[in-house]
């Protein structure tokens, strides 16, 4: 008997991918009965599902990130190497290098394997476990920079552009704008590396889940909260430091409490000038959590998947490429997922109570 | 490393908003390249570099071979720009372990090399560099280099770099090119002051103060002289054995757009005066001469709708002789016997406004309507022209600004500085919506006059009271009434009212007016000049 195409079991619906005979979803936009977690980034991880199985670090930051009620009213955690089964469905979950506890789902059914990556990197993170290719019949992928214009340079060397703006500018705070999850302690690591072992100063919302990252073992070093202005019109302060804040703070008034801010962004659209223009951004830095253009498709060769479904992003360039690979390429235009680089932007001057 | 260093140099300057900021990252450059990459950098920043330049379809053709074409059109698409298009998507290949390029070599390279070569030294130079540095060589070699810096500030950094003056530096700059090594010799304190000889470099200008109500008590009918500030531009005739040059304000050349007036200089001397758009002796708007402004090419259709003319009112060299040292007084009667012997096309001299006292002065600055006349010029009789501002010797005395009461409409955030604030603002003022109802129009835009605490109160009302987002601006609730002051009212087809302002600035908050009662549009109308008249 040949082994089912995964098509016949695997199916996309309104409420995301849902594997039939195990009875699941995998990322599902909305609250569900049963769901795999690929990653805490709020896109793939949304609020009220009945019972969630992740990996024990995406548990935790959902119960951060949502409360500990809507993280799903049952938690099962599973850890990279562990397997389970549920109605004859083989489940693990295998490192996909993206952020703190992201995992690609590995399902087999009847001798037939699909991998749902969720979002991936193949870069070096100092923050979380590197991703792990898993051979496979399909192979579903995310997308966001699927345009050959899009090869990411060494993180360590952004980082070293970094520095050497704050060796130049010294009078004035470098603000760099980075997501909550992720990129902001992937930032800490990177700058800790290259030996800035001053403090880092954090806007309000990003403390907890720096928090959460020391608790699950990842050295920050000394991570400090932006002090308050102190008075309204008194000139800025933390000359010469670096400042972590959620992108879109630097449009805030939570911006004046620093000293004339040098206000940087982290994130792969920055290596479109546009983007970054129109971001109003003065010091670009192409840090991203998600594949480049090369990576994506080393990743569909070490797969050695003949099919390979693309979740969101730039599919048609994508398709294209795998096509010329001799590799079957489907757009599976999923509903709910961000546009944007990572998780959507929060709201900053909110989650910092100023 | 030496494009690459300039590629870095440029990408910080086009996201860098602060002059501050961008003069150090000149400072930087200029302390840290070698010569002679630096003075061409220099070039190249200032706008002063010509180079062969390759075709894009050049650089079209390298790209299409390296590429698939469904891939780069989607990539094109995608990025928007060609050029960063291909800086992007130029394939790296491995092994290469050649240098990238110098400036210099470059600039070199593409003035000798045969044009049947220049595709594979190009490709060869592209495998070498990283994304920036190829967005820089190709924007250099296709001649498409646009750089957010004045010359005037690239100059400003190497004065603050080598300690001497801008101003030592302008007078010796426009004999020089690139890469300026006899320049940076002497900047750096390894050779002589470069001298200029007979070339027509720009001489710093002498500017003036504004004068405010305590510096009244100052002026003397015996001591000062008057004429009118006209509304038009600053500029120096420079014509010398070595050619004819029109400079701005800022020292850059703009002899390109006013072909006329180079013609027109067929003398020898240094004159000093303002360009103004004139028809049978009488002087238009400015919006008329916004029209001849930044352009590198002139029409005959262009140069006829709008004539241009210098109206002179100081001489700085007649001849070899420099006139700087003479007094005022004197400098105006070279200029005058000069300007009677000579009679230069398209040229007229600045009349004296002659005064018997300071309140005789006050009435004739109050009773010029002129459109194009801003106010007065007050000058000592005995002073030398002197570079730069210095106080006491050159006032500037703006006539009464005048002032409507209008409603704020959208706010936009500033830069740099300013980038969490809403301080620009656009206003408007009421008219007939033709429904029998009263609509705003927007007849300005104004972002500066506000006082720090006033900006903070501003900024807090803008964000309570947003009806929509656009990008970074926003429309607000009509309910806040701002006084704004400008110097003129002037027609205006490019504007949605009709009516252009010239310089208009926030003169004060008015919390306590209803936006109801804000002045209506044929208000502002009726302060244009000439408005009568029509």
């Known amino acids: 008997m040949t082994a089912p195409h995964p098509a016949s079991w695997m199916r996309v619906t309104p409420q995301g991918l849902y594997c039939e005979p195990g009875d699941f979803f995998v990322d599902p936009p909305r609250a569900v009965p049963r769901a795999v977690i690929t990653h805490g980034h709020s896109d793939h991880a949304r609020p009220d599902h009945g019972a969630v199985l992740a990996t024990p670090e995406t548990l935790a930051i959902m119960r951060a990130r949502l409360g500990e009620d809507r993280a799903g009213r049952v938690q099962q955690a599973l850890a990279p190497g562990e397997a389970i089964t549920r109605n004859g469905v083989g489940i693990r979950l295998v490192p996909a290098g993206h952020v703190l506890g992201s995992a690609q789902v590995v399902l087999d059914w009847q001798g037939s394997r699909i991998v749902i990556s969720g979002d991936y990197k193949r870069r070096r993170d100092p923050s979380c476990a590197a991703f792990e290719p898993v051979p496979c019949d399909v192979f579903v992928t995310e997308a966001t920079f699927a345009l050959p214009v899009f090869r990411h340079p060494p993180a360590e060397q952004e980082v070293a552009r970094l520095l050497e703006s704050v060796r130049l500018f010294p009078d004035r705070a470098h603000l760099i704008g980075v997501y909550a999850l992720g990129k902001c302690q992937r930032l800490i690591r990177l700058l800790r590396e290259a030996g800035w072992d001053r403090p880092i100063w954090l806007h309000g919302g990003l403390m907890a889940l720096c928090a959460l990252y020391e608790e699950l073992g990842a050295k920050l070093g000394d991570l400090r909260p932006v002090p308050m202005e102190r008075k309204r019109g008194a000139s800025g302060q933390l000359a010469g430091e670096i400042v972590l804040a959620p992108s879109g703070a630097e449009a805030t008034p939570w911006v004046r409490r620093l000293a004339e801010p040098v206000v940087c962004a982290a994130s792969g659209w920055m290596r479109v000038r546009q983007r970054a223009k129109a971001k109003g951004v003065e010091l670009p830095l192409i840090v991203s959590d998600h594949a480049d253009w090369a990576e994506l498709l080393q990743t569909a060769e070490e797969v050695q998947a003949p099919e390979i479904w693309v979740t969101h992003g730039r599919e048609d360039a994508l398709c294209h490429a795998l096509a010329q690979r001799g590799v079957r390429g489907r757009a599976l235009h999923l509903v709910g997922r961000g546009e944007e680089d990572e998780e959507p932007e929060a709201a900053p001057a909110a989650a910092d109570g100023a | 490393m030496s494009l690459p260093a300039f590629a870095s140099l440029l990408e910080r300057l086009v996201f860098t908003p602060g002059r501050n900021a961008k003069l150090s990252l000149l400072r930087q450059y200029f302390a840290s390249s070698p010569d002679p990459d630096r003075g061409i950098g220099l070039a190249a920043l200032t706008g002063e570099l010509t180079l062969r330049a390759a075709k894009p379809a050049l650089v079209r053709d390298l790209v299409a071979e390296r590429t698939d074409p469904t891939l780069l059109a989607l990539s094109h698409d995608y990025v928007g720009d060609f050029a960063e298009t291909v800086a992007l998507i130029w394939p790296q290949r491995e092994g290469v372990n050649a240098p990238p390029p110098g400036l210099a070599e470059v600039v070199e390279c593409m003035e000798v090399t045969p044009k049947a070569e220049l595709p594979a030294m190009i490709a060869g130079w592209l495998d070498t560099l990283d994304a920036n540095g190829r967005f820089a060589l190709i924007k250099l070699v296709t001649g498409g ?303 500066s006059g506000y006082t720090d605490q006033e900006l903070l109160w501003l900024d807090r009302w803008i964000r309570n009271n947003t009806t929509a987002r656009f990008g970074p601006v926003r429309e607000v609730e009509k309910g806040l009434v701002m006084e704004v002051e400008f110097d003129a009212a002037q027609r205006s087809t490019r504007h949605k009212s009709g009516v252009a302002l010239r310089f208009p600035r926030i003169a004060r908050i008015r919390r306590d007016k209803p936006a109801a009662e804000a002045d209506r549009l044929d208000t502002l109308e009726r302060m244009i000049v000439g408005a009568a008249e029509e």
């Open chain 2, 145 to 447: 280099l646009r750089v957010g810096v004045s010359a005037r500030l690239a100059k400003t950094a190497l004065a603050e770099w080598s300690g001497q003056e801008v101003d030592a530096i302008e007078e010796v700059w426009h004999g020089l090119e690139p890469p300026y090594r006899p320049l940076f010799a002497w900047l750096e304190g390894q050779g002589p002051r470069p001298d200029p000889r007979d070339a027509p470099v720009f001489r710093p200008l002498m500017l003036a103060h504004p004068l405010e109500e305590a510096d009244l008590g100052t002026l003397d009918p015996a001591t000062h002289r008057a004429e009118w500030k006209w509304d038009g531009i600053r500029v120096q005739l420079s014509a010398t054995a070595g050619g004819q040059r029109i400079w701005s304000r800022g020292a850059e050349d703009i002899s390109g757009s006013f072909p006329e007036i180079v013609e027109a200089m067929d003398f020898r001397a240094v004159v000093d005066g303002e360009l103004l758009v004139m028809r049978d002796g009488e002087v238009a708007p400015f919006a008329d001469l916004q029209q001849r402004l930044n352009r590198k090419l002139v029409s005959a259709r262009m140069m006829a709708q709008y004539p241009v003319a210098v109206r002179l009112y100081d001489m700085l060299f007649e001849g070899e002789e420099d006139l700087r040292t003479l007094p005022f007084d004197a400098r105006r009667a070279r200029l005058e016997d000069w300007f009677a012997r000579t009679r230069p096309a398209r040229m007229d001299l600045s009349e004296m406004v002659p005064f018997d006292s300071v309140p005789q002065l006050e009435e004739i600055r109050a009773g010029a309507r002129e459109a194009a006349i801003e106010g007065l010029m007050i000058k000592r009789a005995d002073s030398a022209y002197v570079a730069g501002r210095v106080k006491g010797l050159w006032w500037k005395w703006k006539r009464a600004p005048l002032s409507v009461d209008a409603v704020l409409m959208y706010a936009q955030r500033g830069h740099g500085k300013r980038s969490s604030y809403y301080s620009d603002y656009t206003f408007g003022l009421w008219r007939p919506d033709g429904q029998g109802g009263e609509e705003l129009v927007p007849v300005g835009k104004a972002y």
